[in-house]
């Protein structure tokens, strides 16, 4: 798929459907973006990605936290194998979430937080003809990530976008997850939800995070004093086999459950 294919996007706010168009810029060059038939609003590509945050960026607690996870962003890849040191390492802690997906060659497979795009290079040696689309709501994230997929000559789909409003049409996605920093959205129900409303019916969901010892760990670097409840609760009722696990020698948890097939 194309990154401008309007078969699988459309608007986060309103979900209607997309429509591509181009303007000249000033400096005599094309700007393409998209534009919502519903609400009009316009998505501009920047390049390798999708802009659907329209300035909109991360919320912050304070000043400090701001500094902090900017900070991190930015050498993401050091600081985040030096934080699964207390996991076991960081390729065995990633593969110990990603061994819960059911993935299966040809499948369209969606990351809503993509980091750095690590999961898409250990995915793509466990099935054959994998489509990977990756979300973050940083740019820096995708930067990251573009950098990493082309040093990989891996092909995938990128989009500044909010989890809690995801850029995708309905029962699209084969493959649903995502992989840390859950704890810190505003409305962890309502991206939960969006995960189920792109996910094909009888689809697995997997949701991976720090648990309440690795809360308190990352709490002494930025200052908060955040307590960790991991979102089983805020499962739909109907969803099948919803269940917890605690991963990362403690300081994690993982949360896997089936949306259900349509009767």
Request: proline share 3%; aromatic share 12%; glycine share 8%.
């Amino acid at each position: 798929m194309k990154l401008t294919d309007t078969n699988f996007l459309c608007c986060p706010e309103c979900k209607a459907n997309l429509s591509v168009s181009q303007q000249n810029g000033t400096n005599g060059d094309i700007k393409r973006f998209l534009v919502c038939n519903g609400c009009k609003k316009e998505y501009f590509i920047d390049g390798y990605y999708i802009d659907f945050m329209g300035g909109r960026t991360l919320a912050y607690k304070g000043e400090w936290e701001k500094f902090i996870r900017s900070f991190y962003a930015k050498i993401y890849t050091p600081a985040t194998n030096f934080m699964f040191l207390f996991c076991g390492g960081v390729k065995t802690a990633k593969k110990e979430v990603l061994s819960h997906l059911d993935l299966k060659d040809n499948s369209l497979v969606l990351e809503t937080g993509i980091g750095a795009a690590e999961n898409f290079y250990y995915l793509n040696k466990a099935a054959r003809n994998l489509s990977f689309f990756g979300i973050d709501i940083q740019k820096q994230m995708l930067i990251h990530s573009a950098r990493n997929l082309k040093k990989w000559n891996l092909q995938a789909e990128l989009f500044l976008a909010d989890a809690e409003e995801l850029p995708f049409k309905d029962e699209m996605f084969d493959v649903v997850f995502h992989l840390g920093s859950i704890n810190l959205f505003i409305n962890k129900e309502k991206a939960i939800n969006e995960m189920i409303r792109v996910a094909k019916p009888g689809t697995k969901i997997v949701i991976a995070d720090e648990s309440e010892k690795g809360g308190k760990l990352m709490n002494l670097f930025t200052g908060s004093n955040d307590v960790v409840i991991p979102p089983l609760d805020l499962i739909p009722k109907e969803m099948l086999n919803a269940k917890i696990e605690t991963i990362w020698n403690g300081y994690g948890y993982v949360i896997e459950f089936w949306k259900p097939l349509k009767k």
